[in-house]
């Protein structure tokens, strides 16, 4: 069978729709947001090809996977294993990194435990264990008649008179014994000072070396090992020679444990720095962030993290009285002695007397100061919501004991080839692997590393053929974009070799510049050209054009969507007139380039930013203008704005305050700003109690809408009455989820539609109340296109919901959950919730990568949104790669020339025609070819 073939598929707004898939192509679905891509893609082949997967598996296995529910098909033939690689499943954990999800730190632990060489921490030289074997080969390579006194270290630097273990050994027929250095025989009566820290070695045996002796002193060197666990010194004539069954220093007199793996992992309690915990950083309390304003009295509120009626203010007025100190004194004023106090605490006693609400307290004690007391409240507090209160006034710092390095001194200074395991995570991954394809060992060590170093050497190289090349291994999983942690998954899946294996990719271009597009397309064509299916929904020109077979879903958007409006080779696409993808490939639509470019006269001037790969570059930020960021991934966007721009527009905002942890020389300009707004990829909600109308503040007006009914008044409903989340309105028997969940035991949890309410979350009292002829329930149904009209005649509601479908969002239902929401809806909600307000003053908004998710169709009508913005007044700073989008600017801010240590410098800026001369920016030689 060469093609999956769909047959009436009626998943979400798809409309009975028959589509065949070709096999062994790469497939692209495209069409606008909200046409039914990811319900053909995801919702319909890859739950189906998923769930006849977990069929076949045995009832066992199954119970542990949970029950997919089939899609609403009649039929798929064809199918294979299906694989996902969305862009949801980036980790949260602090604790993983590129390495650790690559896997390539797994093999690299296991090569450093095997092939490393273990040095001591505190003196560099090399430790190394010996065997009895190896102990007794070298004491036989000695002159024949030597002199061998064999004695077993059984205390070592241990204080006490160490009586008991006399009288054991002297019972075990030993008779001598070396003290502190001096030898002497057991059957005296050995005063051991009790005082000092003592040394005792047991004589165990005393040796001429000549033919035949080897028998005796193997027993003899086995016998002084075990005593001690795996210590003997050997004095030959007058020489002393110490040997360890463990790895030991000379130097330090200290031993070390045995290389394994675990020891290389920072999760592992084993192998983790003690003072992070593995973290490689540390929280700690930051004076600048806990003072508002020095010229504030502790009265007023000096001491942000102070409440006036709070147990620490008023130990802190008791000793302000025994101190003589002004509480309503300035903070700046008052004498460095006490400020001393109130920070770091006294050793003095101290009596407190003072109220509270239902308590007398009396007592007295030395006071800890504000920073132990807030670090204790912190580390015993069980509330998430007092951690996140007092994590405001922390800052984050590189652990001072590993120096953000995450492992133990032992770990770091075992080494391969002269570097130690986190030196060769901390390198971009090219240079990581001109490092590994570099290593060559001898021997049994070339055969022990011959199948490690292949594995690392193949997943490297998959990391660089997907364009990750400045990722260093050391990455932090949390702070890779979605484009990215894909990639990544997409690397390790290629890594995996399978073959006839159903691949459907959500958007792997998202966050990739032009010029390392090439890389991916080449990577998706490799796993075709393997044997596998892939689909990819995309709206990447290059991937269009690069697929066997295209699909255009369409014709717009949710209700009006969901039918294959074309399907073809991309050839035949475009000359489909019926196709809005067709129309854009074939150039007869096309965003146009603005026929001039705004002017302005303030900017805002950012000096010296340097974090991460950032090269000390000075930023200018023109006011009252739409400017795009742009660069190659990893060129240092996302550290100049996120990291350095957004906080010190804010600090500055802030009543000029100025953060302890200066990334920047000095920023100008910023008082043109009231406020400054980011806009990010976040999801709007984590519930599926979220929804449009809930984040937009839609909901509460329309609750109010309906409590105003005369049906409402009569029964005295108020706008509670229509959450369904509260009490009262909701139906109880689903808790207003609109679906219960049925506990199985052995067999998964399911979902069914909630009996009472059949789905529709409120109980029948609440439903029977209209409005236009609609229940709250109807209204939640609504698409926000049906919504405008409804709510014509109430101006607050009908604005928010026009600039809703005015950004190219009418087709979302209002109480469609959060949770389903992609990327790129979650930014423009967010959008259109700023575009809705009357905000007052200029405003910096931040946009990072808004067309993520977006049609050529949707980003034209996202495009007039952000003019808007720029129209009333406002300044756009945007994150993008989009040519669409940087083509439309004003001005462009291009960094790189590279990613990673490549990267960070500021190679062009000015209007698009201007970086489109330039020679050294790579997003100017793309940009030239749209202008």
Partial sequence: MEKIQITKAKVHNLKSIDVSIPRHTLTVITGPSGSGKSSLAFDTVYAEGQRRYIESLSSYARQFIGQIEPPDVESITGLSPAIAIDQKSTTKNPRSTVGTITEIYDYMRLLWARLGVP?????????QRQTPQQIIERLL????????QLLSPVVRQKKGEHKEEMAKYQSMGFSRVRLNGELKNLDDQLAVPKAKFNDIEIVVDRVVLKDGVRARLADSVEYALKLSSGYLIVIADTTEIFFSE???SFQTNKSYPDLEPRLFSFNSPLGACTACNGLGFTKTFDMDSIITDENFSLNEGAIAPLKKSSFL???IRSIAEAEGVDMDKPLKKLSDKFKKILFDGSDRIYTYKFESENSTFNFKKEFPGIMAWLDKKYHESESEKVKLDLEEFMIIKKCHSCKGKKL??????ATVADKNIMEICDLPVNECFEFFDGLKFQGNQAVIAQKLLKEIRDRLRFLLNVGLDYLTLNRDAMTLSGGESQRIRLATQIGSALSGVLYVLDEPSIGLHQRDNEKLIQTLLHLRDIG?????VEHDEDTMRSAD??????????????EVVSEGTPKDVAKDPKSMTGRYLSGKDKIEVPKQRRKWSDKVVLQNAKEHNLQDGTLELQVGVMTCLTGVSGSGKSTLVHKILIPAVKNYLARGRRSTTTNYRAISGVDKFQSVIELDQAPIGRTPHSNPATYTGLFDDIRNIYSQTNESKVRGYKPGRFSFNVKGGRCETCEGNGSLKIEMHFLPDVYVQCQDCGGKRYNPETLSILYRGKNIADVLDMSIEEAVTFFENHTKVARTLRVLNDVGLGYIKLGQPATTLSGGEAQRMKLSRELSKSVKGSTLYVLDEPTTGLHFNDIRILLVALNRLVELGHTLLIIEHNLDVIKTADWVVDLGPEGGKGGGEIVAFGTPEQVAKSKRSHTGRFLSKML
Wanted: glycine content about 12%; hydrophobic content about 45%.
């Fill in 119 to 127: 040095h001591c921490p505190e003196t560099g030289e090399a430790v």
């Fill in 141 to 148: 390579t000695m002159k024949e008649g030597t002199k061998l």
């Fill in 246 to 248: 463990k790895n030991f």
């Fill in 313 to 315: 203010m008023n130990m």
């Fill in 408 to 413: 133990n001194p032992f770990a770091l200074a």
């Fill in 532 to 536: 596998n299916t892939v689909i990819v």
């Fill in 549 to 562: 077979w295209l699909i255009d879903m369409g014709p717009a958007a949710g209700i009006h969507g969901g």
